[in-house]
């Protein structure tokens, strides 16, 4: 047998059982919403653990760690911190979302906006921000899979072709089993992966150099200034970091499949212990950190789109096509999994905060989790057609969606802590919010290597403070 | 009464963010890790302990 299909054959086999896996853990498939988007309202602790680490952590957590490490050295570790923070903000965010959600029937975040400030337009305008921000993320996960088809199929096989096929897989796995379904695969893509990131960011170093402490005496020797940051304003420079790292820990719970997400959980507590501890599986990204910097001595001198490839190569390299296929197939589920949330949760926001907004539910059950299967697929199929058509520029915005993301945060701050903050004000900061981040793309702004993003965040923030003090209280609200 | 439950779980966000500057170098080496990766990653398994000390006392009746 060939190499390709030894290494595809594994990838195969895992993603199929993967799926098996999960149809055959489920109970019953999903008849309405709350089951479909929410699973009901019902996941425990544990489950909820799984499902939280197999959405957060994407293929380009692990290829994009390892990348930045390999490319850009120290400013990587932000990676590692802004998950951690992100867990101490959401332990104090997420019960209060939740009970909120559990009491008013909230199945999406647009739905807080909806309900709370009295108006359907801003529910539409939060919902279309959410969803049209998700696509280059979606998008990003279909390269990563035609990165690891590549590379495992030893160049013989059509990767776009394969990445497309997987993606249309697990589309029609999430239409059918909804966010139970997703979270059992997770269990599994969970398990895969902490394998794979053991093998690579410990086997690696130990095979080439001894140790990793060996591999970083080398490293200091050849590329010390790689290992610190050079000061405070430059491009990836201390400032860079620590706004970059209180801006992405803020809203690290703002995307639509972690608002599901925490929705899911049975209670606030099984919240407050899941965030007490994902950040030990968050600390095996320090292992990512390892295996790009063994990439950076065994493979020097990789440019572009290489650099997120390099522990991968080194793999293709020097190791048996199973050991290739084992650690394709897990950046596989790294990227299908994550993205079968996403696919749920934005197609549930345009069911019920963009079409629901025009067209009502008349009989609610059937037809509005008919609805949400239908935008599922719709999201999908938008996501193929603009991969295929714009990839390119698309992988830039990426960096629009985590900063759209987190000009949401004030809203949700605002609905559950501050009662008095009406809704115009929250829809004024968060367009200016987005404004600045849309401005920042085309031009550099002078800020001394602060993220645009959070300065954005902080004007967002100011702006609703302003509106809210020279607007009237809200009468109606106790 | 409020604003002390921030307190605690504030130190490794600090010790994350602000506090980096001063962990800014490769000396000394922790398990052979460079300093300011070790200092990270160990406030990383830190926090754990930080949010559970917050969720016990917040168990208190």
């Given at each position: 047998m060939s190499a390709s299909s030894i290494a595809l054959g594994i990838?195969?086999?895992?993603v199929a059982g993967t799926i098996a896996f999960a149809l055959a853990s489920l109970r019953r498939l999903p008849s309405d919403p709350a089951q479909l988007v929410v699973g009901g309202r019902s996941l425990g602790t544990i489950f909820l653990w799984f499902l939280l680490a197999g959405e957060v952590y994407t293929s380009f957590t692990f290829l994009g760690a390892a990348g930045w490490a390999y490319g850009q050295g120290a400013p990587a570790f932000y990676i590692l911190a802004y998950g951690t923070c992100?867990?101490?903000?959401?332990?104090?965010?997420?019960?209060?979302?939740?009970?909120?959600?559990?009491e008013r029937g909230y199945l999406t975040g647009p739905d807080l906006f909806a309900d709370h400030f009295h108006s359907r337009s801003l529910g539409l305008i939060t919902g279309l921000i959410q969803t049209v921000s998700v696509i280059p993320y979606i998008?990003?996960?279909?390269?990563?899979?035609?990165i690891l088809f590549s590379i495992s199929g030893y160049g013989s096989i059509n990767a776009t072709l394969?990445?497309?096929?997987?993606?249309?897989?697990?589309?029609?796995?999430?239409?059918?089993?909804?966010?139970?379904?997703?979270?059992?695969?997770?269990?599994?893509k969970d398990i895969v992966v902490l394998g794979?990131?053991?093998?690579?960011?410990?086997?690696?170093?130990?095979?080439?150099?001894?140790?990793?402490?060996?591999?970083?005496d080398r490293l200091i020797a050849i590329h010390a200034p790689l290992l610190t940051f050079k000061d405070w304003t430059s491009t990836h420079g201390l400032l860079w970091y620590i706004s970059t790292v209180l801006l992405t820990g803020s809203s690290f719970f703002m995307g639509p499949h972690s608002i599901a997400a925490t929705f899911s959980a049975n209670s606030e507590n099984t919240l407050r212990r899941n965030a007490i501890f994902l950040p030990f599986y968050q600390v095996l990204l320090l292992l990512a950190f390892f295996a790009g910097f063994a990439?950076?001595?065994?493979?020097?001198?990789?440019?572009?789109?290489?650099?997120?490839?390099?522990?991968l190569l080194v793999v293709q390299h020097d190791y048996?096509?199973?050991?290739?296929?084992?650690?394709?197939?897990?950046?596989?589920?790294?990227?299908?999994?994550?993205?079968?949330?996403?696919?749920?949760?934005?197609?549930?926001?345009?069911?019920?905060?963009?079409?629901?907004?025009?067209i009502p539910y008349s009989s609610p059950r059937f037809n509005e989790t008919l609805a949400i299967r239908l935008s599922i697929l719709a999201m999908a199929l938008l996501s193929l057609v603009m991969w295929w058509t714009v990839k390119a520029t698309l992988v830039t915005y990426l960096l629009l969606t985590y900063n759209a993301w987190a000009q949401l945060l004030p809203g949700y701050l605002c609905a559950l802590r501050f009662p008095r903050v009406p809704g115009h004000a929250v829809l004024v900061g968060m367009i200016v919010g987005i404004g600045i981040s849309l401005l920042s793309m085309s031009y550099t702004l002078p800020i001394a290597g602060i993220n645009p993003g959070f300065v954005a965040l902080i004007v967002n923030i100011a702006s609703i403070a302003l509106i809210t003090l020279i607007s009237k209280p809200r009468a109606e609200l106790a | 009464m409020y604003s002390w439950r921030f307190a605690l779980p504030g130190i490794p966000v600090a010790m994350l963010t602000v506090a980096i500057p001063l962990a800014n170098r490769i000396e000394p080496r922790v398990f052979g890790i460079p300093f300011l990766a070790a200092w990270i990653a160990g406030w990383v398994l830190l926090t754990p302990l930080f949010l559970f000390a917050l969720y016990r006392v917040e168990k208190r009746p």
């Open positions: 990838v195969a086999s895992i992100g867990y101490i903000f959401g332990y104090f965010l997420l019960p209060a979302l939740w009970r909120r959600a559990k998008t990003l996960q279909l390269t990563a899979l035609t394969a990445a497309t096929g997987a993606f249309f897989l697990i589309t029609l796995f999430v239409f059918k089993v909804g966010l139970r379904g997703a979270a059992w695969a997770s269990v599994v794979a990131i053991l093998f690579a960011g410990i086997a690696l170093p130990v095979q080439f150099f001894g140790s990793p402490a060996a591999m970083f990439a950076l001595l065994i493979v020097p001198g990789l440019s572009g789109t290489a650099i997120d490839q390099s522990f048996p096509a199973w050991v290739m296929g084992f650690i394709a197939a897990a950046g596989v589920l790294c990227a299908l999994v994550p993205a079968s949330a996403l696919l749920l949760a934005s197609g549930s926001v345009i069911a019920r905060n963009v079409v629901g907004t025009f | -």
